[in-house]
């Protein structure tokens, strides 16, 4: 059922703006098209379902063990292949929100681990920001904090800046979930901002968007893959790419993106090799991508099953290009 697609303003650094001449893996994630304008059939009105777990504003609590906290839904550009796109932009969440979300993680002690994410958590003022991780440092259940971020690909030179700004002491660990898709944005300066955020003592992780005319081929994704292992970083999650109107352009058939990671798996260190996930459609949760929860129908479409064991389908992609080139 084709929803139309929010529209979403083209923002970008100028610094991304310099590197989007130089690499059109970089210009095609931050310039927009004509296409996202465009509502297909191949949309899904609730292609994460964030709504259905969401017991207080920007809070998200789906796993018992973790919460994602929504402290600000602004980022330093805008990636056109935004599944929140619906919702990206400068609103953040009040200092009363704030208040009754801490209030709900202090009171839940089986939750051990507070995903700080939104919008780019890392673009809120430095003071709100040293404010918030030190409240959340003093909830004792609190063993982790996460951030996913993309502000060392968005603007490097501020993510040094944040992580210069962040305490040097903290008793939760923290953990950074650094957002990149192409190799081309481990930039000198994207290396720095890695290198800064080690240096205030995070643990970091990668996450990418499997997108189509960036890093859909074997040889893309190891070479960044490897490339972050060299920066310390290591792979965590490459997700298929969700079905928010305005996207289709970036679409991977679901088959295409298990035959790459199959193609990986035998030519890639195991430090190099992120899990490749699904966010089941409705809020159902992320899921492997692989046989043990997605399973092909005889119709080309899919079944996947949920943590809870509940079964759901996944629709068939409409001109499925399955094919995977050989690695370089
Ligand atoms: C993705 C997600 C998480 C984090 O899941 P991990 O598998 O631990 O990375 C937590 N809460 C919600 C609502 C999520 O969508
Ligand atoms: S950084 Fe994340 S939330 Fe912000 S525009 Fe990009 S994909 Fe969307």
């Given at each position: 059922?084709?929803?139309?697609?929010?529209?979403?303003?083209?923002?970008?650094?100028?610094?991304?703006?310099?590197?989007?001449?130089?690499?059109?893996?970089?210009?095609?994630?931050?310039?927009?098209?004509?296409?996202?304008?465009?509502?297909?059939?191949?949309?899904?009105?609730?292609?994460?379902?964030?709504?259905?777990?969401?017991?207080?504003?920007?809070?998200?609590?789906?796993?018992?063990?973790?919460?994602?906290?929504?402290?600000?839904?602004?980022?330093?550009?805008?990636?056109?292949?935004?599944?929140?796109r619906d919702r990206v932009g400068a609103r953040r969440m009040s200092d009363g929100q704030l208040d009754a979300a801490l209030a709900y993680v202090s009171?839940?002690?089986?939750?051990?681990?507070?995903?700080?994410?939104?919008?780019?958590?890392?673009?809120?003022?430095?003071?709100?920001?040293?404010?918030?991780?030190?409240?959340?440092?003093?909830?004792?259940?609190?063993?982790?904090?996460?951030?996913?971020?993309?502000?060392?690909?968005?603007?490097?030179?501020?993510?040094?800046?944040?992580?210069?700004?962040?305490?040097?002491?903290?008793?939760?660990?923290?953990?950074?979930?650094?957002?990149?898709?192409?190799?081309?944005?481990?930039?000198?300066?994207?290396?720095?901002?890695?290198?800064?955020?080690?240096?205030?003592?995070?643990?970091?992780?990668?996450?990418?968007?499997?997108?189509?005319?960036?890093?859909?081929?074997?040889?893309?994704?190891?070479?960044?893959?490897?490339?972050?292992?060299?920066?310390?970083?290591?792979?965590?999650?490459?997700?298929?790419?969700?079905?928010?109107?305005?996207?289709?352009?970036?679409?991977?058939?679901?088959?295409?993106?298990?035959?790459?990671?199959?193609?990986?798996?035998?030519?890639?260190?195991?430090?190099?090799?992120?899990?490749?996930?699904?966010?089941?459609?409705?809020?159902?949760?992320?899921?492997?991508?692989?046989?043990?929860?997605?399973?092909?129908?005889?119709?080309?479409?899919?079944?996947?099953?949920?943590?809870?064991?509940?079964?759901?389908?996944?629709?068939?992609?409409?001109?499925?290009?399955?094919?995977?080139?050989?690695?370089?």
């Amino acid at each position: 059922m084709p929803v139309p697609p929010h529209p979403l303003t083209e923002l970008l650094t100028p610094y991304l703006r310099a590197l989007a001449k130089t690499s059109p893996a970089v210009a095609r994630q931050f310039l927009g098209v004509a296409a996202e304008a465009e509502a297909t059939p191949d949309d899904l009105a609730d292609p994460i379902g964030d709504a259905a777990h969401s017991p207080l504003p920007g809070l998200v609590h789906r796993y018992p063990d973790r919460v994602l906290l929504l402290p600000t839904m602004a980022c330093a550009s805008h990636c056109r292949f935004c599944f929140r796109r619906d919702r990206v932009g400068a609103r953040r969440m009040s200092d009363g929100q704030l208040d009754a979300a801490l209030a709900y993680v202090s009171a839940r002690p089986q939750i051990h681990e507070v995903i700080l994410s939104g919008g780019d958590p890392l673009t809120l003022p430095q003071a709100r920001l040293a404010d918030l991780l030190a409240r959340l440092d003093a909830i004792d259940s609190v063993e982790t904090v996460r951030i996913h971020t993309r502000l060392a690909v968005h603007d490097p030179a501020r993510a040094v800046r944040v992580a210069q700004a962040l305490a040097p002491e903290r008793r939760a660990a923290l953990w950074i979930a650094l957002h990149v898709n192409h190799a081309d944005e481990l930039t000198a300066e994207a290396k720095a901002a890695i290198r800064a955020l080690h240096g205030a003592g995070a643990f970091l992780v990668s996450q990418t968007v499997l997108l189509a005319g960036v890093n859909d081929d074997a040889a893309t994704l190891a070479t960044l893959f490897r490339a972050l292992v060299r920066q310390g970083v290591k792979p965590y999650y490459l997700h298929h790419p969700d079905r928010a109107a305005g996207t289709e352009h970036f679409r991977v058939p679901l088959a295409r993106g298990r035959a790459l990671v199959e193609t990986l798996r035998g030519t890639l260190s195991g430090l190099a090799q992120p899990t490749y996930v699904l966010d089941i459609p409705g809020g159902h949760g992320k899921v492997w991508a692989t046989d043990a929860y997605v399973t092909p129908a005889a119709d080309g479409s899919w079944t996947a099953r949920a943590i809870d064991g509940s079964r759901h389908p996944y629709p068939a992609d409409a001109d499925a290009v399955v094919a995977v080139p050989p690695t370089k």
